[in-house]
Nanobody, 122 residues
Framework: VQLQASGGGLVQAGGSLRVSCTAS????????LGWFRQAPGKEREFVAA????????YYADSVKGRFTISRDNAKNTAYLQMNSLKPEDTAVYYCAAGSIWGRSSPSDFGSWGQGTQITVSS
């Protein structure tokens, strides 16, 4: 599965941004689409994930209530809507595909897209 992330950019604190991730196809081994982020000098961390079939979601505590993940199966595309952005949300954001529901470790996701930079200014 190939993943293509798009969106991102520079936004002021309190603002909103949406990033997208389009998959080349959906398979049983890639039925979970997740977003991760990595800030300079920090480890890659889980942000949110969604199941392609049922559309159920789960989030990291740090983004609950601010970020929303959704998907459009017809387009093989998942979206991450980010509201009330904070400077600490600044990072390179990656989308990834996995197969086990509820997992949040990068090692549980086998396919990765290229990162997209999101910078939140204070």
């Amino acid at each position: 599965v190939q993943l293509q992330a798009s969106g991102g950019g520079l936004v002021q604190a309190g603002g909103s941004l949406r990033v997208s991730c389009t998959a080349s196809r959906r398979t049983a081994s890639s039925n979970i689409l997740g977003w991760f982020r990595q800030a300079p000098g920090k480890e890659r961390e889980f942000v949110a994930a969604i199941g392609w079939r049922g559309g159920t979601t789960y989030y990291a505590d740090s983004v609950k209530g601010r970020f929303t993940i959704s998907r459009d199966n017809a387009k093989n595309t998942a979206y991450l809507q980010m509201n009330s952005l904070k400077p600490e949300d600044t990072a390179v954001y990656y989308c990834a595909a996995g197969s086990i529901w509820g997992r949040s470790s990068p090692s549980d996701f086998g396919s990765w897209g290229q990162g997209t930079q999101i910078t939140v200014s204070s």
